[in-house]
């Protein structure tokens, strides 16, 4: 059962949160190719080191929510957001993606971009939700790692 405590918001910690978001991630996404595998994402994110990766956390301190966001100077990117199950329609995901847009735009981020996975295209209403639109573009992409 859910916590009645609300989830807080807070950077993601290695020691306490890997497990946590690797077993959520796993849940919420099921990874189909190695490159995306969680526990590589957390070290390249955290390579970074840019505090923009975020957890929510219940009131017994289990991971039930992330966000990653991403900043080149250009625009703002959005990853892996997620709540858990049980956690879902009470707002959270909306107070994580606004959380990571407010350090994007304290950086001077101007743009957020963010892409649907093929077959995910119900959480359209929760993006327009928040103020994104569906924007006409062609979206590629290429790997650089084998
Ligand atoms: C997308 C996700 C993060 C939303 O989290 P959440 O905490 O349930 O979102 P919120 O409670 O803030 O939702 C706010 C509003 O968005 C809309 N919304 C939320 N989830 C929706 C969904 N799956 N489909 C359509 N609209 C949705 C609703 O209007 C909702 O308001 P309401 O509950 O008053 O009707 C969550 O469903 C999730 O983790 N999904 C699995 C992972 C995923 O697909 N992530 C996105 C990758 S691009």
């Given at each position: 059962m859910a916590s009645a405590e609300s989830p807080r918001i807070v950077e993601y910690l290695d020691a306490d949160h890997r497990e946590g978001v690797v077993s959520l991630w796993n849940a919420a996404f099921g990874y189909a190719t190695a490159h995306n595998e969680p526990g590589l994402v957390i070290d390249r994110k955290l390579a970074?080191?840019?505090?923009l990766f975020l957890v929510a956390l219940s009131?017994?301190?289990?991971?039930?929510g992330t966000v990653m966001a991403g900043y080149d100077g250009h625009r703002g990117w959005i990853y892996s957001l997620a709540v858990d199950e049980q956690f879902q329609r009470r707002g959270l995901g909306s107070e994580l993606l606004s959380n990571a847009e407010r350090r994007l735009e304290e950086r001077g981020c101007v743009k957020i971009n963010l892409q649907i996975a093929d077959?995910?295209?119900?959480v359209e209403g929760f993006y327009r939700r928040n103020g994104y639109a569906v924007e006409k573009r062609i979206s590629m992409g290429k790997r650089l790692l084998k």
């Open positions: 970074t080191n840019d505090d009131g017994e301190g289990v991971v039930v077959g995910n295209e119900d």
